[in-house]
């Protein structure tokens, strides 16, 4: 077996020539692989022209296939979204939308094709929203074929209000960096147990 | 007429004997109310015999149907709650599945109960969730008659992870002061409004 | 005074070449605005080119700023939306971002602009989130300014799993008819009130 | 290892002494966890005095701890919730909470107790809401230390507005009927994984 692989789909509105606040959580998360040989791979989804429908490819430049290749690779999917009134953004719920288009794929077994993947998430935002956006792509995750390992909703937001993001408020709440390493440690625990031993195919099968 | 009448429920888990957060920030609005003239109480559900179920009186000592007499009495109708795991509480959802259990009833044009009365919420939690709880606990009240005047989701929450609790620290944050203030006000606004120009029975009956 | 407006920002996946399930629902209530004297206008948001991003204008060819100027010039503002995985659509979370980034603008009063206008939300899916679509754009209109009416959420969706879309399924439903004249009436009753008793500018100044 | 346990938590409204839809979906899992030698048992929550309140015990008569023993020697933990509104019920509400009061428990290792434990959701309404609810569901049991297995969501609804349960409506949706079975066979296929490979004690302590 190689090293376990970890793709991050970071859902920020803005394109890489920009800071994300997201990424520099994601970032923590990729320390955490780098020390335990897990590979990852951060890609910034404003950077892609990724079109709006539901088949799992949408033709005329849409850049949704080269990304569904990626996702097939991995075997941990986090995507990272930031809140704007109190949701996932836009860009995070289009990710959602073409991982469901591209859904009906099978893997040899006949499972969905996210089986034996585990799916994390990470979060964050001036202030309040974040359990409610995780709650809903977790839940999206799931519903498609992802194993969700205990505590993969990490996090940072601040009092309510405008304020400081994550980076210009330091990077210092411990909450979060307990949530950073659950998050990347259960994502590889589960990762490896279902890459040994992965989910029998019985009483799964997409078409049966 | 009268005095406007609002009407808070205070959906904390914890009776009267205990110290509510959700209750301080009430207050703040209750404050307003008082030099705005309009009469206001505030309900603690938790010291009522609440019974589970869909029926406007489920009998056996339930005592929702002495909390829907003031309902039926107020012109503003507040949900309080606090947050668990970004959540509106128990109560909080009890106290929705009984309006809504209770929502058969008409006025005397023939519309529900609930038309031309406001609804509004403030939530208080440690941490995250107060928008999901507001948007749940909102759309729950528009759905069974409520208007919801603009800007009626007052709270507070701190910073991602444990902490102080909405009294502990020290209620002074200016953006849950000034949504007080937009609350207390467009309720009273909207609430007048209806009082003068009740919405017109067309096309709202609740059986036509 | 003159005709009221009436905004529908249809949020499907598809442009204008493909039939959409949503703009026939939009379609209905749209029949009753023209009865009622309210002029209606329907936008298909796939059409045009949308960016991400929280400011009012985006540049590089953001089509927002022209949908923005038929927003601030209506009166009613429904979002249309279809389901995916139980949520509103990728395109309808962008129409909420735009309308709140471009909400720190201000009427004479100096409210924010969505003040005295009213929203609502039409949603047809094959199965399953019409409410909690519903939900989450009306809190977000809400927080931004608009007052919404009792029983403005109109949907259609039928069993559980795969099964027909609303046009397929003869558009027959009672339930989805009567809130469709709901929405419609109690969308032009709140909008007549509020532009003949505008919102005092009181308590609720955008700046104060 | 002896057999599997598999507990269900059926959070509807109605004592034993009524039929419980979400309970005749519950029961369609038990009969393939009879089939493959998984002990399963349905708890009614509406018999029990659950209190209100955060801590583990609330005592005066609080019978949560008995529930809770229940819960610690289940592999398998699936709430059961009815739709009120498009939510899930008030007392699934508070089976969430008492989890989570719960949950500063640890097992030997020094993770939470949760740990090593599946988690799922059963559904059943007249219409709408069930994704919305199996969202909240398992992100809070996810949140607390359980892993969710893919498509662990299995319900039933009908077509908008009012209309047969599922009993009435017969118990013959196959989208339905193929969700039990995934539900069931993913419970049990990640319940056996994990009572073999538990998730190493790395990077998930409670304390640390």
């Known amino acids: 077996m190689g090293a376990l692989k970890a793709l991050f789909l970071n859902a920020t509105l803005k394109s890489s020539e920009e800071e994300s606040n997201t990424e520099a959580l994601a970032k923590k998360v990729c320390q955490i692989y780098d020390n335990e040989n897990v590979e990852s791979e951060v890609v910034r989804l404003a950077d892609y022209a990724i079109s709006y429908g539901m088949d799992p490819d949408m033709g005329d430049g849409d850049e949704w296939p080269q990304l569904f290749e990626k996702v097939k690779e991995a075997d941990i999917l986090i995507i990272g979204t930031p809140l704007w009134l109190g949701e996932k953004s836009s860009i995070a719920t289009l990710a959602i939308e073409r991982l469901y288009g591209s859904s009906g794929e099978t893997n040899d077994e006949g499972q969905a094709v996210y089986y034996n993947k585990v799916g994390g998430v990470v979060v964050t935002g001036n202030e309040d929203g974040a ?51 659950m998050l990347a440690y259960n994502t590889i625990h589960l990762a490896r147990m279902l890459n040994e031993h992965p989910i029998p195919a019985q009483g799964n099968l997409l078409e049966s």
């Open 131 to 181: 359990k409610h956006a995780a709650a809903s792509i977790l839940y999206g995750l799931s519903h498609i074929g992802f194993v969700i390992p205990p505590n993969v909703d990490t996090y940072w937001v601040g009092e309510a209000g405008p304020g400081p993001s994550y980076i210009a408020a330091g990077q210092t709440n411990d909450f979060t960096k307990k949530h950073v390493e």
